[in-house]
């Protein structure tokens, strides 16, 4: 029911910055902790950041804690991931996630039941 569409990723320059744009459709996104996963390639899928319902609270990766950050806009349906002083082990397709999990922290580190199925995603190439 509920759909996610990712955009918003290219090719950038490490050191760059990108802002990913994630649209929700079907239900509001009011009652769903957000957030984003990515996957390179042969890695698995892992949660870079992810935020609680009303914004109260978010959970970073160690590795794109202090360089990432994941504002939502409920009203507008829309998650964003604004990223800055990127790096080439940036490179990753970049996925949105909704689910009723208990925090951000549990959405990204440990999920269940995503409410929606993983769409195409955006890549993110960070390379000089």
């Known amino acids: 029911q509920l759909q996610l569409v990712e955009s918003g990723g290219g090719l950038v320059q490490p050191g760059g910055s990108l802002r990913l744009s994630c649209a929700a459709s079907g239900v509001t996104l009011d009652t769903y902790v957000m957030g984003w996963y990515r996957q390179a390639p042969g890695k698995e899928r892992e949660g870079v950041s992810c935020?609680?319902?009303?914004?109260?609270?978010?959970y970073y990766a160690d590795s794109v804690n202090g360089r990432f950050t994941v504002p939502r806009d409920n009203a507008k349906n829309m998650l964003y991931l604004e990223m800055a002083s990127l790096k080439p082990e940036d490179t990753a397709i970049y996925y949105c996630?909704?689910?009723?999990?208990?925090?951000?922290?549990?959405?990204?580190?440990?999920?269940?039941?995503?409410?929606?199925?993983w769409g195409q995603g955006t890549q993110v190439t960070v390379s000089s």
């Open positions: 935020i609680s319902i009303r914004g109260l609270n978010t």
């Open positions: 996630a909704g689910g009723r999990e208990a925090t951000a922290h549990a959405l990204c580190v440990r999920p269940q039941n995503l409410s929606a199925r």
